[in-house]
Each structure stands twice: as C-alpha cells, then as structure tokens.
C-alpha cells in the first residue's frame, strides 16, 4: 500500500513514517462483490450446459477471474507493494510446476495388459513405455501386481536375482 | 522506498518511538506495517502451495476416472454448494469492510463487520454439516470406508475411481472446513483486541492481515466449489 503513495514523490505525507493508504469507497467493494455472485451464478448456469471438455476449462477460467477480483480488489494487491504482488504469483508459478510436471507423469502412463505382456494406453490400446526390468519381475517372480497404476512397483534391483 | 523513510531524518524519528504499536525493532510505523504484509503474504503463498497439492490429485484422478468424477460430482448439492459460496463471498465483503473502517478509525464499524464475518462463517459450517451428515448417512465416505447405500443415492451403480473422488472431496472440504475454523478462532481474536480499542487510523495491521486470511480460504473455495459440485 506504501508503493502507492511513493509514486507519489511530492506527497506531503510520503517520508513521515506512518502508514497512509488509500481509503477505497465501501461502494468500490460491493461492486466486486456484486461481479462475484454474478460470476458464480454464470458458472452454476453453464455447468448445466452440455459442453464436454468446455466445462472444465470454463469453470476453470471464471473461477480464476473471481480469485483474480479477490486478490485485487479485497487483498488490496492492485494497489499493494509489488514484492507481495511477486509473492503471491511467485507461489501461482511454482503450482504451475507442481501441476505440469505432474500430469507430465501420471497422463502418460501406460496400464499393464495381462494378455499382451505389455504396458498400454487404456483409452487407445497402443503400447505405452515402461517395459525392461518391469515385465522381467512380473514373470520370474509371478507376483503380478496388475495394480491400474501399481504394475511398476518393484524395485529395479529385483531384476537381478 | 519506505525502508529508507527512516534515515537521515531524526526528527522525524523521534516523534516516532513511544507509539505504543510500535514494535522497538522498527524504525517507523510504515516499516512494521510493509515488514507485517510481506510476513502475510509469505504465509499466504505457503498456503496457496500447501493446497495445491490437494489440487494435483484432484487433477491427476479426475483425468484418471472421468466417469467417477462425473457420477460422483452429481451426489453432492450443487445448491447448498452455490449458497455456501454465496455466504463465502459475502463474508470476504463484510471482512474487507472491517478493514476499511479499520483504516478509518470506526472501531464500533470494525467490530460489526468482523462480527457478521463469524457468523457467515458459522453458517458455512451449518450447510457444511448437513452436506457431510448426508455423506455419512448414504455411506459416501472415502477410501476403503466407500459403501454406498442403496435408496440414499442419486445414482445406482459407481464407476471404478468413486471412492478416491469421495477421499478428495473429504480431505479438500475438510481442511478447507478446518481453515474456516481456524478463521473463527483468529477474526474472534481480532474482535477482542478491536473492542480493547488497540487499533486506530495509525494503526490497524492485525485487522489488515486477518481479513487477508479470510479472503484466502474464500479463494480456495472459488475453485473447490466448480471442482467438486459442478462436473457436467
């Protein structure tokens, strides 16, 4: 909030030490309120619209404009210090990381198919990576854990009995 | 900018020490107000990340068991979900408006802001306590304690995946609900200290950061709302 003012170099006030902010209108406030509840009924209406993979992506896109309208309207970081503006997008950031890095893994893992031997795509049938070592535990052993997503657990060095 | 309002002006300074708000540590009251925001808002950010990893594995199983999601989305009560929103929304106006009236000096406007913010609070927790009894009843429950009761739910038969939907709905709601819990506890706090006439004008830092806290589980619940109760 202090940024706004040092914007401000010939502000009588800038270099007393005290806190001044800008007092925003209550009305500012229940304008953003009243785009929020909008907002929210928009989502609930278009939920109960057959859009396919839209609906997810528009539920994530409105919900993202609400958050956005919180974080700047009633978390003051329109006009707040900017180190806490790169604070709060900086952790926005590494979720992104967290999330890429993750479906990176978990969407293309195949499931082990006992018929073929192989690891595939469910949805398409192709074969999918993760063979070697994985099949070689699963025959000597015999204890195919056909888990969905558990035909990997063994432990690489089992392979070396 | 306002870490070096301090130096090289002592008189200004000397006014300052003896303000009862002010920490010793401080040069001025502007840097004990940026130093207590940066704190916030690196709490905040830990949060958000705290969360996200409820977000992943909400993603990583949706995108597994679409069918499950889809099905199990359509168990909860998209209506008490919409007014529970509502309620949310609303308590992160009356918060912000405490924090107005803090800026302004109204101490009686703060307290009565801060009150009605415990009390959507609570009445989030009311709606939020007969979707869960419901949950319970119809034996929706997550992980290995999923065992649907037949008469009490929407659909008949559950996709492979239901159970790991119910354990996410159940641990996101759940720590959200426990957040919310906490807010109580915190905004209470708040409203002690503000009827003790410790804040002003000059100073309203502990108002500020709390409805910060506020607005942040209102944030999260912006996106569990859609997550959970809107799946088409």
Request: glycine share 10%; net charge negative; aromatic share 16%.
């Amino acid at each position: 909030m202090s940024s706004a003012h040092d914007s401000h170099a010939h502000d009588s006030h800038a270099n007393d030490g005290l806190v001044h902010v800008h007092v925003h209108p209550a009305s500012t406030y229940i304008k953003i309120f009243v785009a929020l509840v909008f907002l929210t009924l928009v989502t609930v209406g278009l939920s109960r619209v057959h859009l396919g993979n839209w609906n997810f992506f528009i539920a994530v896109v409105v919900a993202t404009i609400k958050a956005s309208l919180v974080a700047a309207f009633f978390m003051h970081l329109k006009d707040d210090n900017k180190f806490n503006v790169l604070i709060f997008v900086g952790s926005l950031i590494f979720m992104g990381v967290f999330f890429v890095y993750t479906m990176n893994d978990t969407q293309h893992r195949g499931q082990w198919d006992e018929s073929y031997g192989t690891k595939v795509y469910a949805p398409t049938g192709e074969a999918a990576p993760g063979r070697g070592q994985y099949e070689a535990i699963k025959l000597e052993g015999g204890h195919g854990h056909g888990g969905e997503h558990g035909a990997d657990h063994g432990a690489p060095s089992e392979a070396h009995h | 900018m306002t870490m070096q309002a301090g130096h090289g002006d002592d008189n200004e300074l000397h006014g300052h020490h003896g303000l009862p708000y002010l920490a010793h540590h401080f040069e001025t009251p502007v840097q004990q107000f940026d130093a207590a925001k940066l704190g916030m808002w690196l709490f905040l950010g830990q949060e958000l990340l705290f969360f996200s990893g409820l977000f992943v594995a909400y993603l990583v199983f949706r995108l597994w068991y679409p069918d499950a999601w889809s099905v199990c989305s359509h168990e909860l009560d998209w209506k008490m979900g919409t007014v529970n929103t509502l309620v949310l929304l609303f308590s992160s106006l009356t918060a912000v408006l405490a924090v107005r009236s803090a800026q302004l000096g109204k101490k009686a406007e703060v307290s009565l802001y801060l009150l009605l913010t415990i009390a959507c609070a609570f009445g989030f927790l009311i709606i939020k306590y007969f979707e869960y009894a419901h949950k319970f009843e119809a034996g929706l429950l997550p992980g290995s304690y999923f065992a649907p009761v037949a008469g009490h739910t929407i659909s008949s038969v559950f996709p492979p995946g239901s159970a790991a939907y119910f354990s996410i709905y159940f641990m996101a709601t759940g720590v959200h609900g426990l957040h919310v819990i906490i807010g109580i506890g915190v905004i209470f706090w708040i409203w002690l200290r503000n009827q003790k006439g410790e804040f002003s004008a000059e100073f309203f830092t502990p108002v500020d950061l709390v409805a910060l806290y506020w607005h942040l589980v209102d944030l999260i619940w912006i996106y569990l709302f859609p997550f959970l109760y809107l799946i088409d």
